[in-house]
Structures are given as structure tokens and as C-alpha cells.
């Protein structure tokens, strides 16, 4: 079955660059439509998607936060790392990491799988 | 980039009611839209996509419709473990983008 772990650290200063590095097992990111994505909440308010990674190394991200974010995949290691730079306390919230799978041929861009979820607090 | 409107933002229902909420795109996204539901402290799980399929071990009470730009999600009959936040999402294009949710309360 289709799992996924995020990790990373819980607590990071302002202005540092957040990593976090999704875990998955049960797909493989070498095959043709599969994606995986990162979406985070903050506390008590609704979820917003970051990035998206293709199986072809394909990316896109959200445009308010394109300057800051980069995605990349280890195949090898069936791992998806985020990078978020210049972090600021608003930036708090949990970090979701995702699977979209395939649909008539194409990714699906819905998220059939999900991690647990890792809450990263900013502050000084 | 597609925004995502849903209404109400909470609403409160007893066990068995029918309950409908609403879903508007500001663009129309044909039929790729989705739903999940989110309890407190838990992922997202997907119940419903491209607007009115049902994912796979997600119960018969759930159903969704629309294209366009209006969806809707209906529970028929309200359940103990409903109670629950509903967010839609749009995948039509990307930035992928999520609504504000709806929140579901005992009444």
C-alpha cells in the first residue's frame, strides 16, 4: 500500500531555510503521471498548496511563494525534499506531503494519499 | 490563478440529516474538481473526484455534482463520524488551489 512520511525540524528561526523531506513507499516517482505534492495549514485555517513534483523531474510551484520554494526528488531513495528559504512566523503550520497518481494517462492533480503531516513552528 | 469559493464556512446538522455545501470555481474548471475531509489533527482523505467519483472505500452517503464552475457535496444522511471540515480543489490547472472549507458542527 501507498504510504508517506514527512520529516523534518519542528522548530526553525526566522530568516533560516526550512527542509523538509517527504518519505514514500509503495509507488515509484519513475512512473510515467505520478506526482507528489506539498501542502501546508496553518494552525486553524485552511490548506494551501506549495509544489508539485513529476515523475520526469516536471515542477511547479505556487506563485506567491515561488522565490522561496524548490522541490526535488531522490528516485533512489524514494524521497521528495522542500526547501522553503527566508522563514517567517506566518510560515507556521503544518506540512503535508501528497500522492497524485495517474488519470486517463495524465496525473490526476488530486491527492489520493497523504502523510501525517509535520508541524513547523517559526519563532525566534 | 483559479480561486476557490465554498459556502457556507460551517454549518450545523444533526445525525441524519441531509446535508448539501457548495463549491464555486472563479474560472470554469470543467469537472476536475475535488473534495476531502479533514478532522481535527489528521491528513486530508479524499472522498469524491473529478467532481462525482466516488474514491474507493469512501461511503455511498457521500455524493458530489457539478461542472463548471458550481459543485456541490451531499451527505443524505449525516453520521456521527462526519463531523468533520470539507474542503474542495480544483485541479483543472495549476497552481492547484484549495477552497476555505466548511466545517460541520452537531447541532
Known amino acids: 500500500q501507498i504510504t508517506l512520511e514527512e520529516s523534518g525540524p519542528t522548530v526553525v528561526k526566522p530568516t533560516q531555510t526550512l527542509t523538509l523531506t517527504c518519505s514514500f513507499s509503495g509507488f515509484s516517482l519513475d512512473n510515467s503521471g505520478v506526482s507528489v505534492g506539498w501542502i501546508r495549514q496553518p494552525p486553524g485555517k485552511a490548506l494551501e498548496w506549495l509544489a508539485l513534483?513529476?515523475?520526469?523531474?516536471?515542477?511547479r510551484y505556487s506563485p506567491s511563494l515561488k522565490r522561496r520554494l524548490t522541490i526535488t526528488k531522490d528516485t533512489s531513495k524514494n524521497q521528495v525534499v522542500l526547501t522553503m528559504t527566508n522563514m517567517d512566523p506566518v510560515d507556521t503550520g503544518t506540512y503535508f506531503c501528497?500522492?497524485?497518481?495517474?488519470?486517463?494517462?495524465?496525473?490526476?492533480?488530486?491527492?489520493?494519499?497523504w502523510g501525517q503531516g509535520t508541524l513547523v513552528t517559526v519563532s525566534s | 490563478d483559479i480561486q476557490m469559493t465554498q459556502s457556507p464556512s460551517s454549518l450545523s446538522a444533526s445525525v441524519g440529516d441531509r446535508v448539501t455545501f457548495t463549491c464555486r470555481a472563479s474560472q470554469s474548471i470543467s469537472s476536475y474538481l475535488n473534495w476531502y475531509q479533514q478532522k481535527p489533527g489528521k491528513a486530508p482523505k479524499l472522498l469524491i473526484y473529478v467532481a462525482s467519483s466516488l474514491q474507493t472505500g469512501v461511503p455511498s452517503r457521500f455524493s458530489g455534482s457539478g461542472s463548471g464552475t458550481d459543485f456541490t457535496l451531499t451527505i443524505s444522511s449525516l453520521q456521527p463520524e462526519d463531523f468533520a471540515t470539507y474542503y474542495c480543489q480544483q485541479s483543472y490547472s495549476t497552481p492547484l488551489t484549495f477552497g476555505g472549507g466548511t466545517k460541520v458542527e452537531i447541532k
Open positions: 513534483i513529476y515523475w520526469d523531474d516536471d515542477k
Open positions: 501528497a500522492h497524485s497518481g495517474v488519470r486517463d494517462g495524465y496525473n490526476s492533480h488530486f491527492f489520493d494519499y
